[in-house]
């Protein structure tokens, strides 16, 4: 059994958890009340700040130039059509350019950002590959399953019912496939003396998913 499938298993609660979430299931039919959408959006987008940092940071530590490669097409995506969406769900979601330039992270995701970019700058490329098979095999995965089970927004009435389609599409093997694969050859070829590190990893980087996925259904719960 390959690493990552061993990482799969051994988590698969918190797998499930992170992609079968009722977020998920009521983006696919519909049903999604635009205001979680909204929360998540505008989350999603300071996250994404977090993120394209640690990608350079790979791109900088990758050994060699063909490791480099897809993990700066990926950066590129994010910066190119990715950026794009969000600014054009901004624009249906009537949240001006001063709101989403500026939010502010809930706790959740400024821990889960934190988390990501000091991964980058302390560990390996290895490691930071780890983090990001999570948080796009993750997203893969959902999209993938509602694709499989013809997801239609607009059939449940939503008034984001056309942008809801959009960010299922962006998450299927068309758009991230070749990348998560990639991902997941980089952590199988660790070393036994990486394992544990990369187990860890893993698991931190899976328990912020569904924690993401919660506060922006319910909102940031804090004791």
Same mark, same amino acid.
């Given at each position: 059994?390959s690493?990552t ?5 051994r988590?698969a609660?918190?797998?499930?958890a ?6 998920i299931?009521e983006?696919g ?15 999603d ?6 993120? =394209? ?14 490791? %480099? ?23 249906t ?17 400024? %821990?889960?950002?934190?988390?990501? =970019? ?22 893969l995965?959902?999209?993938e399953a ?5 997801a239609?927004?607009? %059939?449940g ?10 960010w ?6 068309e ?10 050859e ?7 003396a990486?394992?544990?590190?990369l ?10 998913? =569904?924690?993401? +996925? ?7 719960? +804090?004791?």
């Amino acid at each position: 059994m390959s690493l990552t499938a061993d990482l799969k298993n051994r988590y698969a609660t918190l797998w499930k958890a992170a992609t079968e979430h009722p977020f998920i299931s009521e983006l696919g039919d519909g049903t999604l009340p635009a205001d979680k959408f909204r929360r998540y959006f505008l989350q999603d987008y300071v996250f994404i700040n977090d993120l =394209v940092k640690a990608t350079g940071i790979a791109v900088s530590k990758a050994p060699n130039l063909a490791l %480099a490669r897809p993990v700066e097409n990926f950066l590129h995506g994010i910066l190119g059509a990715e950026d794009a969406l969000f600014v054009d769900t901004f624009k249906t979601l009537d949240i001006p350019e001063s709101e989403y330039r500026t939010v502010e992270p809930l706790p959740t995701t400024a %821990a889960f950002g934190n988390f990501l =970019v000091r991964l980058a700058y302390e560990g390996s490329f290895r490691e930071i590959c780890c983090v990001m098979y999570v948080t796009e095999g993750v997203y893969l995965e959902w999209g993938e399953a509602q694709r499989r089970a013809g997801a239609d927004p607009a %059939a449940g009435g939503a008034d984001l019912g056309e942008f809801y389609q959009d960010w299922i599409d962006l998450h299927t093997k068309e758009v991230l496939g070749d990348l998560v694969s990639f991902l997941g050859e980089v952590v199988d070829g660790a070393s036994e003396a990486e394992t544990g590190r990369l187990n860890a990893v893993f698991e931190r980087a899976l328990r912020y998913e =569904v924690a993401f +996925w919660e506060m922006s259904y319910s909102g940031e719960q +804090w004791p």
